[in-house]
């Protein structure tokens, strides 16, 4: 079983920064990613930023040049830096986990973190 413990997030006026974290713990296989997912009211839940162990970045077009993915291998956690913060980012962040191992792939949410952008 894998626990992920979020932290961050807040109000922020539109223009500011906040930085979300995410650290994994459990049995974690050597092959997997983490990210950040975000589901705004009455819209689908959708990928924010994901950082494979293996290196691979991968962004959401609303917000690539704004936000920023680090990962710690050593400790399994993520950061994601958010800078220029718009409104439309305002939404609850998710963690999420994703590892293979033994043939089969298992996939873990945090309990989510609100993240609000007043204009």
């Known amino acids: 079983q894998v626990q992920l413990q979020e932290s961050g997030g807040g109000l922020v006026q539109a223009g500011g920064s906040l930085t979300l974290s995410c650290a994994a713990s459990?049995?974690?296989?050597?092959?997997?990613?983490m990210g950040w997912y975000r589901q705004a009211p009455g819209k689908q839940r959708e990928l924010v930023a994901n950082?494979?162990?293996?290196?691979?970045?991968n962004y959401g077009d609303p917000v690539k040049g704004r936000f920023t993915i680090y990962r710690d291998n050593g400790k399994n956690t993520v950061t994601l830096q958010m800078n220029s913060l718009k409104p439309e980012d305002t939404a609850v962040y998710y963690c999420?986990?994703?590892?293979w191992g033994a043939g089969t792939s298992y996939e873990y949410w945090g309990q989510g973190t609100q993240v609000t952008v007043s204009s």
């Open positions: 999420k986990l994703t590892t």
């Open positions: 459990g049995t974690i296989f050597s092959i997997n990613v």
């Open positions: 950082f494979a162990n293996g290196g691979g970045r």
